[in-house]
C-alpha cells in the first residue's frame, strides 16, 4: 500500500520560512517523479515544485523563493519555503508519477497523492 505523509504545515509571518516534508512508503521511491501541489481557499489546485530524476521545476510564482529536494535513502521530498507571503496560504499536497517533462505540471499525471499540510502565511 503507497502512503505519502505530509508534514511541516504552520502559521508563519510575511517573509518567514517553512520547510515541507513528505514521506513515502510502498513504492520504489527513486523510481517516481515526486511533486508539491497546492490548494487555496476557493481556488484550483496547482503546481508548485517537482523533482524529476536530477532536475528541478517550478512554478513561476515560486521560483527564487522555494527549492524542492529529495532523499532518496530516506524515501522523503522536502520543499523549502523561504520570504513567503499571504498569498502563499494554502494546503499543500505531495504527489508522485512518471509523468514526462511537458506534463509534470498536471495533477492528472499523478498517481498517488498525499493527505495535505496547512500553510498559513499571516501577520
Known amino acids: 500500500q503507497v502512503q505519502l505523509v505530509e508534514s511541516g504545515g504552520d502559521l508563519v509571518q510575511p517573509g518567514g520560512s517553512l520547510r515541507l516534508s513528505c514521506a513515502a512508503s510502498?513504492?520504489?521511491?527513486?523510481?517516481?517523479?515526486l511533486s508539491w501541489f497546492r490548494q487555496a481557499p476557493g481556488k484550483e489546485r496547482e503546481f508548485v515544485a517537482a523533482v524529476k530524476g536530477g532536475s528541478q521545476y517550478y512554478a513561476d510564482s515560486v521560483k527564487g523563493r522555494f527549492t524542492v529536494s529529495r532523499d532518496n535513502a530516506k524515501n522523503t521530498v522536502f520543499l523549502q519555503m523561504n520570504s513567503l507571503r499571504p498569498e502563499d496560504t494554502a494546503v499543500y499536497s505531495c504527489?508522485?508519477?512518471?509523468?514526462?517533462?511537458?506534463?509534470?505540471?498536471?495533477?492528472?499525471?499523478?498517481?498517488?497523492w498525499g493527505q495535505g499540510t496547512h500553510v498559513t502565511v499571516s501577520s
Open positions: 504527489a508522485a508519477g512518471r509523468p514526462i517533462t511537458s506534463a509534470l505540471r498536471r495533477e492528472n499525471m499523478y498517481y498517488y
Open positions: 510502498g513504492l520504489t521511491f527513486n523510481g517516481y517523479t
